[in-house]
């Protein structure tokens, strides 16, 4: 349980920080498509395997992810079809290859079979010490990696023309992050499943977008509440009979999105309640002092002229 928890954080914080860079890109519904695309990679990588590890799902959900991110790139560039249809395109076609292949793989009477359909909607508890290690490592080579290159990412992300005016190599930069998300939508596909991992990737990202304008703060934030989420998750999972992790580590990361809804200092609805009530406090009393001006300019007015008749 303890190293299911640890493995849960690590791909919380993980996830968080590179969902940050893929919701200021607006590319939120990438994650999605990602995620479903790897699942055809792990299909034929258990068809050519014939074992359950996943090391080797991995290599191929990454592989299976960039033939559809190349895929989405082709299509835009060589067709008139925007870029939100070729994802919709592209996360429908590769999660129907997918799921044929793993309803043929279920109906195969291979005895490793058994659990890997837990795939589709995550099934923490099933992750060995050596997939939680890999998660672990491969969650903080992501951290790191961003750390040392958050200048870059960040310049790619708010002004690539800037960027490429800099020198710096905007195509390998934008490359970089595409392959660290199809990473950590991989990693944490065991946890939390391949329909719900978009949501681990970018729900921390926006709920940590209404606490703060810095993008520092708001990467931190996401890792936090990220890692927040997993814990969260696999906590009730564990203590609960019956109640898979993926989907309420999902669950937990949208309770700190309406949080961060309704509570944030700035962005949050209570805030902005707050400020049209000062508002409409303040042109009351403006309205109020301007009517007494109004009043006392009048009574002023029928003064000075009942002098000026008494004067006559």
């Known amino acids: 349980m303890q190293w299911i928890l640890m493995g849960s954080l690590l791909l919380g914080l993980g996830s968080g920080v590179i969902g940050s860079f893929t919701f200021?890109?607006?590319q939120s519904l990438l994650g999605d498509a990602l995620a479903h695309a790897?699942?055809?990679g792990i299909c034929i990588?258990?068809?050519l395997s014939g074992v359950k590890s996943i090391g080797l799902f991995m290599i191929g959900a990454i592989l299976s992810g960039m033939l559809a991110t190349f895929g989405i790139h082709a299509i835009t560039r060589y067709s008139r079809i925007k870029q939100d249809a070729a994802l919709g395109i592209i996360l429908s076609v590769f999660f129907g290859v997918g799921v044929v292949m793993m309803t043929k793989i279920q109906h195969s009477g291979n005895g490793n079979q058994s659990g890997l359909d837990k795939y589709m909607f995550g099934q923490a508890a099933s992750m060995m010490?050596?997939?939680v290690y890999l998660v672990g490592i491969v969650s903080l080579i992501l951290v790191a990696v961003c750390t040392l290159l958050f200048k870059e990412f960040k310049?790619?992300?708010f002004d690539p023309g800037f960027a490429r005016g800099m020198g710096l190599k905007v195509g390998l930069l934008e490359q970089l992050l595409l392959l660290m998300t199809v990473i950590a939508v991989v990693v944490g596909i065991q946890a939390v499943g391949v329909v719900l991992v978009a949501a681990l990737l970018i729900t921390?990202?926006?709920a940590a977008r209404y606490w703060t304008d810095a993008l520092s703060v708001m990467i931190v934030l996401?890792?936090?509440f990220g890692a927040l989420s997993g814990v969260t998750g696999t906590l009730i999972s564990g203590t609960l009979s019956n109640l898979p992790t993926g989907p309420v580590t999902v669950l937990a990361a949208t309770s700190l999105f309406l949080v961060s809804v309704i509570f944030a200092p700035n962005r949050g609805m209570l805030a902005k309640l707050l400020r049209r009530l000062r508002q409409r406090n303040e042109m009351k009393r403006g309205y109020d002092v301007a009517g007494m001006a109004a009043v006392d300019m009048a009574v002023i007015s029928k003064r000075s002229h009942a002098?000026?008749?008494?004067?006559e």
Do not use: N, T
């Open 24 to 26: 200021l890109r607006k």
């Open 38 to 40: 790897a699942l055809p």
């Open 45 to 47: 990588a258990f068809m």
């Open 129 to 131: 010490l050596s997939d």
């Open 155 to 157: 310049l790619v992300s």
């Open 204 to 206: 921390p990202a926006v």
């Open 222 to 224: 996401a890792g936090v």
């Open 307 to 311: 002098a000026e008749r008494s004067a």
